[in-house]
Nanobody
């Protein structure tokens, strides 16, 4: 049974930082590209960041470039999203997702597995 479990969300003031983690089980983690998506109330789920299976390449949505960093630890089956300089517009439920592919996909439909999400709320 495949499981992706996110943690690390919470309430933070604007300008603060959070680190999200996603623990994977039931898959050969080192063969999957991983992505972080977010979904704000009333909006669609959108790509935030992605990383290839070996961590060699990363990709970011423009609004988070320079503030967010995605990384992974294949020995521990973990993927992280370090979020700095948070803004109120970053408020959303954050999801991690796994894709058995070589490249980093930005469309949610292209990911095979999803976590349940973790809430991030940034107050002004």
């Amino acid at each position: 049974q495949v499981q992706l479990v996110e943690s690390g969300g919470g309430l933070v003031q604007a300008g603060g930082s959070l680190r999200l983690s996603c623990a994977a089980s039931g898959i050969i983690f080192g063969t999957y590209a991983m992505g972080w998506f977010r979904q704000a109330p009333g909006k669609e789920r959108v790509f935030v960041a992605g990383i290839t299976w070996n961590g060699a390449r990363t990709s970011y949505e423009d609004s988070v470039k320079g503030r967010f960093t995605i990384s992974r630890d294949n020995a521990k089956n973990l993927v992280y999203l370090q979020m700095n300089s948070l803004k109120p517009e970053d408020t959303a439920v954050y999801y991690c997702a796994a894709d058995l592919g070589i490249s980093i996909k930005t469309a949610a439909l292209q990911y095979e597995y999803w976590g349940q999400g973790t809430q991030v709320t940034v107050s002004s």
